[in-house]
């Protein structure tokens, strides 16, 4: 009995012995793993730190105060905007304030009829909605 133990015992230190050296090389990996994930995850974090999201970047810019060269440059842009609706065109500066022109006696006569014209249809088509 006493050689089947020694042999038992020789078995269970082998055994033991290649258990450790494989949870040795396990334990490696995956602290070689875990390390590489907080190293990206690190990363992550900076680039998000560095980058603004779009969103943020728009508030952001619309909190800052206009300069003076940027607010001359918009109110110096005018355009003409057709109003499908009431069939009428108006001058509208860059900053949404609405001008107005001015026009002779029979041009002001046309576009009053034309716009009440617009404005009928416009009416009609509210109702039969």
Do not use: C
């Amino acid at each position: 009995m006493k050689e089947k133990r020694s042999k038992k015992k020789k078995h269970e230190k082998h055994s033991k012995h290649v258990k450790g050296v494989k949870k040795d090389k396990q334990d490696d990996t995956l602290d070689k793993l875990r390390q590489l994930a907080r190293e990206h995850n690190k990363k992550e974090q900076v680039n998000q730190a560095r980058k603004p999201s779009e969103e943020t970047r728009r508030r952001q810019a619309a909190m800052v105060p206009q300069s003076k060269e940027s607010y001359d440059k918009q109110r110096s842009i005018i355009r003409r905007e057709y109003d499908r609706q009431t069939g009428r065109t108006r001058l509208i500066k860059g900053s949404g304030e609405i001008l107005e022109t001015v026009v002779s006696r029979d041009q002001h006569r046309q576009i009053n009829q034309r716009a009440t014209v617009y404005d009928g249809i416009s009416f009609q088509a509210h109702l039969q909605k």
